[in-house]
Structure formats: C-alpha cells, structure tokens
C-alpha cells in the first residue's frame, strides 16, 4: 500500500511540474475567499483515485476537491496540491499529500515535493523517511534556539484576534517564525528536523493526515490546542518533540479561546 501511495504521488508531482511553466494559461476558480482551485489540482487528484482504484478498487477515498468517495474500512486521504495559491504564484513551496487510514487509523503516510524531488514517507510503526533514509524530529529543546512552523487562518477571520496573540507571544521567544503556505511540508520538515515545532488553526484532515504520521513515526507529539488528540475534529494543530510541544503548549495556551478548544 505504501508503493501504490508513492507511485500515485510521483505520478500527480510530474503532471503538477509538467504544468509548472504553462501557469498562465491554466483555468483557475476561487473556492471561497483566499482559497483557489486549477484544473491541475483536480488533474492530479484523477490521476491519484486512478492509481489507487486500480490497485484497490473497493477502497473509499476522501479528496480535497472531489470529496468522499464510500468504500470499505480503508480510506486514503488525499490533497493532490497542497500550496496551490504558492504554485499559482510560481513560490516553490507546494507538495503532494497522500495517507491511508483502516479502522480510523493511520496506516501509511506520503508527502511528496516533486520541485525538489523530496520523498517523505511514513509506516504506523515503521518509522519515516526522506528519500529512504530514516529521519528524526529535531533534539531542540529551548524555545530560544527554534525555528517554528506556523499557518495564518485565512479560512477563519474570527480567529485571527487569538492567532495574532499567539503569533506576539511566540516571536520574541523564538529564532524565527516561518510561514511557508504547505502545511503538508512543514509538517515533513518538522518530522527531519527542518523546523523545530509548528502550530497552526483550521486545518483539513487531508492538508495534515500524512504529514501528521511522519511527525509521529519521527519521534513527535502532535495534539490539539486542548492537549487531547481531537485534532482532526478541530484541525488546529500543535506538534514538536515532546519538550518542544510543551514549550509550545505552554506559550499558546492563555490565548487559546473557546471556540478553538
């Protein structure tokens, strides 16, 4: 399952590339405010469900822009452009996205950068890799010393107040604050050690499922802003290596509001 995880995402990174010098002239509509779709990212999530209802065809599918797709206790989870607002603009930061869950669970994880030609995969309990070699999440543990992950919830305005709050609060304690626009990448430089922790409000399960199970099979903690594991229902995410996470726990906690928990 892995393999076919793999084969799908190359297959989805060389179509995306192959379509990387012809922006202009791709058809692009606007999903909601800030949140655009091409007709590459719905190319290449075709060419992922065929890969995979080729191999597996009474599998169920959950996808970004095609939605869910019913099928037995295995569901692949599926964001074929993660960063397509960074592609659109020609920023060399977007990713492929591709996890498998049976029963609820995570099973196997891919994200691929097809401009780098990075491969990050990941097994429940198998370990995460890059490229086949085996990765770990960063030994960081001062706040001080970290470079930190992080999303603007542009989806969600109503959280922007508590965000920024979170945003002040973190800066000065930190060597730097990184907004890249993939959390699907963040997440794999979080899991080899790229990023030291990363937090983010209003996620999807499909931007973060794969990336979740590199970060976790690399050593990491990844909670909700409750310290409980309900991300996916919530989709705001805290994650680190066990002290790192409670740095950042600690720092985010006082402005986590209500709505947020």
């Known amino acids: 399952m ?31 405010k800030n949140d655009f779709v091409s007709e590459v990212d719905r190319t290449a999530e075709q060419e992922i469900i065929q890969v995979i209802k080729y191999a597996y065809p009474d599998h169920g599918i959950l996808a970004e822009e095609s939605g869910e797709h019913k099928g037995n206790d295995y569901t692949w989870i599926i964001d074929p452009l993660d960063g397509t607002t960074n592609f659109l603009h020609g920023y060399p930061q977007y990713a492929v996205s591709i996890a498998l869950k049976h029963k609820g669970k995570t ?8 401009l780098r030609d990075e491969l990050f995969t990941a097994e429940k309990g198998g370990g995460a890799t890059l490229n086949n070699r085996r990765i770990r999440v960063s030994n960081q543990t001062n706040l001080n010393s970290a470079l930190i992950g992080t999303g603007f919830p542009f989806k969600y305005p109503q959280h922007l107040d508590a965000y920024l709050s979170m945003f002040k609060e973190l800066t000065p304690q930190t060597a730097g604050i990184r907004r ?5 990448l963040d997440l794999a430089y979080l899991a080899m050690g790229r990023l030291d922790g990363f937090w983010e409000i209003g996620l999807k399960e499909w931007d973060f499922a794969a990336g979740i199970l590199l970060v976790q099979e690399a050593g990491g903690v990844v909670t909700d802003f409750s310290f409980d594991d309900k991300f996916v229902q919530s989709g705001n995410i805290i994650t680190g290596n066990p002290k790192m996470h409670q740095a950042l726990y600690q720092s985010i906690e006082p402005f986590v509001t209500e709505k947020l928990k």
Do not use: C, F, W
């Open 2 to 32: 892995l393999n076919i995880a793999i084969r799908a995402a190359r297959n989805a990174g060389d179509l995306i590339q192959r379509s990387a010098d012809n922006i202009g002239q791709l058809t692009i509509n606007q999903k909601t």
């Open 107 to 114: 099973e196997v994880g891919v994200v691929y950068d097809p």
């Open 180 to 184: 890249a626009g993939s959390a699907a």
